[in-house]
């Protein structure tokens, strides 16, 4: 896990006129891309009607073959603290060199294991008329840009922001992908509604609370993903506020009834003080989107030195199909499921310190004997009803390092921790204090009734998988699900799958409480259309014991961490085809979120030269629970043809020989 970073600063006589230039208007300020396409400005403009008042506002454009594209159009910038207001008449007074970043890091998990990028970065330095200091971090990539606040001083008073005047204009000649925010609950917020398919951008919420990031937009020429990362204590985290008139999306901070009402919803620090990064990745077509790792870019290095004890796979859970891990031979038959299916995990969730007739130690020693890794469920202490207080010991600071000391000796691989219902400071400051504390025990957490990723799995690699995400429990409790689901999936891997893992628990072929839409070929694909660095299979173990050999097979080898993603086709309610690397063997999954047939063709750019594959491409069968399999040998620049049926999917295996 250790990372190389080489940051080289341009000399005074380069800055001006290659990366940091006033274009355009008097007053602007640009920053370039590496490659000098893309560009972000920062300017002031006269606020409407506010005579004698200034908004300080940034721009991105795009520059090719002599034509400009903005992007975002003026988008204002600003924060309101208790003490200050940097939301008008700023004035610039100092600005940094230009800095070139190069760096390379690596990841446990992800779509990609090896990453490099280069962005370039400035520091402008404003102050407001009452001569306080906002300096304004930007950086740009040839994907995207990303800009954040930081306030200077010395440590000692604290200071809370009361207001964000941060906003993301975005040309309304197009569509958006996007989610509204919940509402406070038991169990809320937790990211678990369906994304609006398609909608006209600055469409308001459907109701107060507003939008959600991640939020996906095409416009006339381009795709943009806008969301945030590196939020760490000192801040919270935010989403967008319900009128988005003109295109304009504005921040929000979580609402006050979060945790119920519980903590500020105002973040407060001391100085100096770094505040998240927002950022927008930006590409002509999705491949730009679904391919990036701009949060994992700009979140912080990895704070653990030893990283061997994090090992991603596959694991067995009961609960989708049971509801409950109070059974210790249920539970032993999924430790069986795991074993039989070569899976290196399996899932205890809610219910097990009142087992029947036995205890989780036998559990563990079964476990244990069969080379099989647990996780086990735990209460934030988010959600009140129905759970008994012991389950509430990953609240408190010295029962959770007890608790932790005490899975460590029993072997135990990591912990599912459910219901933080808030983005409030003090939450984001519990996930955080979680993930150090696992990591010294040597456990993986698995968040679930949570917030988004924010990059947190660069900085903390034992973080696994998180859910935020309406996944298949729905087919349990939601009965729309079974019409919207397909649609649904492949919206999905466009937007909260693009940020980080997600716990979807995929591949569930029998029936829960309301029935599959989906085909067997849909469900099995998932297992290659979302990432998850532990990837909960969640269906009956008959359901996966009675597939055909093929289906069977590929989910036995199915990898949980990737060295490589491409993405190869499709469109958000429609369709996507995502092939993977591990190794020098590809997966290539695709899902059809219609009712009509779908043929796609695959071309395989992605492979080696000179070498020759082994495909066992298996899709659709002739009704919606059989398989059709086929083999042949393949090589680079081959294609292949693929029929996906009416909310159908394939997937394909291509072994290299």
Known sequence: MLKKRFIFVLTAGLLIPLIFEGCKQKGETVLRSPDGNLAISLSSQNKVNETGSSQLVYTVYKENSGTTDTLIQPSPLGLKLNESDFTGNLKLVSQSQVKTIREDYTLTSGKKQNISYTARQATLTYENPNNKKLKIQLRAFDTGIAFRYIIPGERGEKFTVTGEATGFHIPEEGKAWIQPYDEPSQTTPAYERYFQNGIKIGKEAPDKYGWAFPALFQTKNHWMLVSESAVDTSYCGTHLNPDASGGLYTIQFPSKGERFGTGNRYPSSSLPWKMPWRFITIGEDLGTIVESNMVTHLADSTRLTNTNWIEPGLASWSWWSYHGSRSVERLKEYVDLAVEMDWKYSLVDAGWPDMDNGNIPEVIDYADQNDIGLFLWYNSGGRTN????????????????????????????????????????????????????AAKYQLMVNFHG??????????????????AIKGAENYRYDGSYTERAPAHNTIAAYTRNVIGPMDYTPCTFSNNRYPHKTTYGHELALSIIYESGIQHMADKAEAYLSLPAAPKDFLKAVPAAWDETRFITGIPGETVVIARRKDNNWYIGGINGTSENRDIQIETDFLKNG???????????????????KTRDISKDESFQVSMKPNGGFVARLKEE
Not at 450 to 467: A, K
């Open 611 to 629: 070498k020759e594959y082994s495909m066992t491409r298996i899709a659709d069968g002739k009704q919606p629970e059989t398989f059709n399999t």
């Open 450 to 467: 949570c917030t988004l990723p924010r990059g947190w799995r660069r900085t903390y690699p034992n973080l696994v998988t998180m859910e």
């Open 386 to 437: 129905n759970y008994k207080r012991e389950q509430y010991v990953m609240l408190d600071p010295e029962l959770r390092k007890k608790e932790m000391k005490k899975l460590q000796e029993w072997g135990i691989k990591g912990v599912k921790i459910d219901f933080f219902n808030s983005d409030k400071q003090h939450m984001i400051q519990l996930y955080h204090n979680i993930l150090q504390d």
